[in-house]
């Protein structure tokens, strides 16, 4: 970051607000303008093994068969089921969150 950016992130946290939200939501704009790059990060931390299909789909707004399609036009292999124990604890906490 610049030091412009760095003082006005650090005298919004001492006017009282959380850095971390004031980053997410910064964060969130850029994305919202910006839906290819949006796509491509989907596609990029599916690849990495970071986000599963549905937090992928979740991340470039996009429906479930639309991710999928999305990754083959990409070349990304489907993955089947969760690819580590932390992927499946990660997958439980999502459904537990919609229920």
Known sequence: ????????LEATARLGYNKKEILHTAIKMFLDVNKDLKEKIAVELYKEGKASLGKASEIADLSY???K?????NNVEIRRGPASLKELKTRAEELIEVL
């Open 1 to 8: 970051m610049l030091n412009y950016e760095t003082d006005i």
């Open 65 to 67: 068969e639309e991710m």
């Open 69 to 73: 399609e999305l990754l083959i036009k």
